[in-house]
T-cell receptor
Framework: QKEVEQNSGPLSVPEGAIASLNCTYS??????FFWYRQYSGKSPELIMF????GDKEDGRFTAQLNKASQYVSLLIRDSQPSDSATYLC???????????FGPGTRLSVLP | GAGVSQSPSNKVTEKGKDVELRCDPI?????LYWYRQSLGQGLEFLIY????????KSGLPSDRFSAERTGGSVSTLTIQRTQQEDSAVYLC??????????????FGPGTRLTVL
């Protein structure tokens, strides 16, 4: 069974610090990985996707992928209170077409 | 429309009644997904449609749940004989053809279902 694991948190970081969110996946066939942010009472919205080993940066966000270790992470630099939300990791293969979501990590950025 | 729309936004029903939830995906998106999210929980996959292929129903929790997608566009999720444990937010998402694995999902605003 394909699974995506995340620490449920809450992860608390002070404003301005780096928040590190981690995700592991069980299916070696997974090729694409997505980070979604979900504010309380709202729908998930995409932050980044990554499909190549290494780092991918977009503004304050950096996604990291290590397929050998089946590990994906999201770094948020200069964390702001507005980053406080639940972060969902999802994996997808190129053939199964379906997304497998992790349970999410709740991040709290303290002012 | 510009995004995925869902209706109704809120639905309160009595135990034992049937409900229908509607999802209108982004135009041109051939893949459509239904998820359920209970309070404080993650996304629970329910069903997935891709073009004209047979849907992936592996996540439906019981035979009281069914879904259809007419004309490859609008989808309806039906819950028969609702139970209190069906209370949750039902999210719909769509994405472009799955030919490319990095096509992201776009989520609708959800329908909050409350079964009394």
């Amino acid at each position: 069974q394909k699974e995506v694991e995340q620490n449920s948190g809450p992860l608390s970081v002070p404003e301005g610090a780096i928040a590190s969110l981690n995700c592991t996946y069980s299916d070696r066939g997974s090729q694409s990985f997505f980070w979604y942010r979900q504010y309380s009472g709202k729908s998930p919205e995409l932050i980044m996707f990554i499909y190549s080993n290494g780092d991918k940066e977009d503004g304050r966000f950096t996604a990291q992928l290590n397929k050998a270790s089946q590990y994906v992470s999201l770094l948020i630099r200069d964390s702001q209170p507005s980053d406080s939300a639940t972060y969902l990791c999802a994996a997808r293969d190129n053939y199964g077409q379906n997304f497998v979501f992790g349970p999410g990590t709740r991040l709290s950025v303290l002012p | 429309g510009a995004g995925v729309s869902q209706s109704p936004s809120n639905k309160v029903t009595e135990k034992g009644k049937d409900v229908e939830l509607r999802c209108d995906p982004i135009s041109g998106h051939t893949a459509l997904y239904w998820y359920r999210q209970s309070l404080g929980q993650g996304l629970e996959f329910l069903i997935y449609f891709q073009g004209n292929s047979a849907p992936d129903k592996s996540g439906l929790p019981s035979d009281r749940f069914s879904a259809e997608r007419t004309g490859g566009s609008v989808s309806t999720l039906t819950i028969q004989r609702t139970q209190q444990e069906d209370s949750a937010v039902y999210l719909c998402a769509s994405s472009l053809s799955a030919g490319l694995g990095y096509n992201e999902q776009f989520f609708g605003p959800g329908t909050r279902l409350t079964v009394l």
